[in-house]
C-alpha cells in the first residue's frame, strides 16, 4: 500500500519572510511554558537568523523588482534575493542548472538590481 501526498498549496518566502513568520511562532512558543520547541523548529529558527539580510518588506520589494527583467522566473527571484550575488560567478551558480545562460548586460542588470538592497 502506498501513501500518496497531495501539494495543496505551494508559495514561495524569501529567508527573510520565514523569518518574521517563524519569529511569531516562537513567541507563541516562549509564552507556553508547556510547550517544548521541537529541534527542527529550533533549527529552521537559528538559520533564518542567521542568514536573513534584508527585511521582510525589502525582500518583497527586491524579488518584484527581479521579476520585472526577463530572463528571471520567480523561484530563481526568491534564490537571488535570498543570496543577494556580488558579483556574476555567483550569480552564475544561481543559474548553473537552467538550460540557459545568461549574457554579460542580463548578469549585470540583475546584479545592478540587487545592489540597491546591498
Known amino acids: 500500500m502506498t501513501i500518496f501526498k497531495e ?15 517563524l519569529a511569531g511562532v516562537e ?21 533564518v537568523n542567521r542568514f536573513a539580510t534584508l527585511d521582510a518588506e525589502e525582500s518583497r520589494e527586491l524579488v518584484e523588482e527581479l521579476l520585472e527583467l526577463d530572463k528571471v522566473d520567480e523561484p530563481t527571484a526568491y ?9 556574476r560567478d555567483e550569480l552564475r551558480a544561481v543559474y548553473a542548472q ?6 554579460g548586460d542580463e548578469l549585470d542588470d540583475i546584479l545592478n538590481v540587487v545592489a540597491k538592497y546591498d
Do not use: F, G
Open 79 to 87: 534564490k537571488i534575493t535570498d543570496i543577494l550575488p556580488k558579483d
Open 7 to 21: 501539494k495543496v498549496h505551494e508559495e514561495h518566502l524569501t529567508t527573510a519572510e520565514a523569518k518574521e513568520l
Open 27 to 47: 513567541e507563541e512558543r516562549a509564552l507556553d511554558e508547556d510547550r517544548e520547541m521541537r529541534y527542527e523548529l529550533a533549527r529552521a529558527i537559528e538559520h
Open 98 to 103: 537552467e538550460r540557459y545562460t545568461l549574457s
